[in-house]
């Protein structure tokens, strides 16, 4: 699944996408920020937004609905 594919599938922006992949890949958080250039907060709270949007509560669950969706 592309980020695109997910940004529309749950009304994501690019950059919420492309953390969600990066959590369904196995990167952490820390790994992530350095991977985008932003800081953790950056990408713990665009993580919550994604959390709103997607209806997941946890990264688990997060990332099992991107696999279920793939």
């Known amino acids: 699944m592309s ?3 997910l940004a529309r599938a749950y009304a994501l922006s690019k950059a ?3 953390i ?3 959590l369904a ?3 952490t958080l820390l790994e992530i920020s350095a991977a985008r ?3 953790r ?3 713990r709270s665009q993580l919550k937004s994604i959390f709103h949007k997607t209806g997941a509560r946890s990264q688990t669950q997060l990332v099992s609905l991107i696999l279920r969706r793939a």
């Open 20 to 22: 969600a992949l990066g």
């Open 41 to 43: 907060h950056t990408v």
């Open 25 to 27: 890949d196995g990167l």
């Open 3 to 5: 980020a695109d594919d």
């Open 37 to 39: 250039g932003v800081t």
């Open 16 to 18: 919420e996408a492309e």
